[in-house]
């Protein structure tokens, strides 16, 4: 099902067409619904707005631009309008709400090996390419449903990032310097979430614990884990089962379900 049309289709880029996206997901649950909007302030406030509607699960929101996206403790989320590709998932998990921000990383990363290797996850919500951040996760949730939102730099070239995000940002684009197709790039994405999605409500993230692991940036490395109220410092071992981080911090491993990982430095 399609939705949004009118006037304004005329005006989105061919790539990001509705018709277009639906079509390239055949008979996939996520992605049954799609709506597109010309502009939001975030895709993700604009989904949850649906979900609490009663949207159905598997409802995907796709922006043409995104005026006033968000990262994680409230920071802006840095997308242009013709580069970009940001969108929203409406689920309805019956549990394990914690580890969806992994698997849609775990999803992305999949979906785009064979146009682009050599992914990695930062754990807990951005990929990277080169050690350089392309994209970012956020999962927001409500009373009987998570949005998972995802802001990937599809087709930015180097000066189309403001002056502080060029030496640690990079688009698809820069990395394999050629153009994608974003309305291909969501398509895969999406395609590889449906399946393991399936397989996540029936066998939990345990099922993924490995794959996560062996794309974990900074794995084996000293890093910091900013958790606001405190700092910790030790050596990144892996993840659990539900995909918290394991810090190994003076010969004891101590888990973390959530906060900012960054390289020790020195």
Not at 6 to 24: A, I, K, M
Not at 251 to 266: N, Q, W, Y
């Amino acid at each position: 099902m399609v939705r949004e049309g009118g006037d304004f289709t005329r005006r989105l880029p061919p790539d990001l067409h509705p018709v277009r996206l639906r079509d390239g997901l055949g008979e996939n649950r996520l992605g049954a619904v799609m709506i597109v909007r010309e502009r939001v302030d975030s895709t993700n406030t604009a989904a949850a707005a649906l979900a609490s509607a009663g949207a159905v699960e598997g409802t995907v929101l796709v922006a043409g631009e995104q005026l006033q996206g968000r990262g994680r403790k409230g920071r802006k989320w840095f997308s242009t309008g013709a580069g970009s590709l940001v969108f929203s998932i409406i689920l309805r998990p019956r549990s394990g709400r914690e580890s969806l921000t992994a698997l849609l990383a775990l999803s992305a990363c999949e979906a785009l090996d064979e146009i682009i290797p050599g992914i990695m996850i930062k754990w807990p919500n951005d990929l990277y390419l080169r050690d350089k951040k392309f994209a970012g996760i956020l999962a927001e949730s409500g009373e009987d449903y998570v949005v998972l939102g995802m802001g990937i730099d599809v087709n930015e070239k180097g000066e189309d990032f403001p002056e502080d995000l060029r030496e640690v940002a990079i688009s698809l684009r820069m990395a394999a310097h050629k153009v994608f197709d974003r309305g291909e790039i969501l398509s895969r994405i999406l395609g590889k979430l449906n399946l393991l999605y399936e397989r996540w409500e029936g066998e939990g993230f345990a099922a993924f614990k490995w794959d996560l692991q062996s794309r974990l940036l900074y794995r084996g490395e000293d890093v910091c884990l900013d958790r606001g109220e405190r700092f910790f410092q030790g050596r990144l071992v892996g993840v659990t089962v539900e995909g918290y981080a394991i810090l190994e911090i003076e010969g004891e491993e101590k888990i973390f379900s959530a906060g900012d990982l960054t390289l020790r430095k020195g």
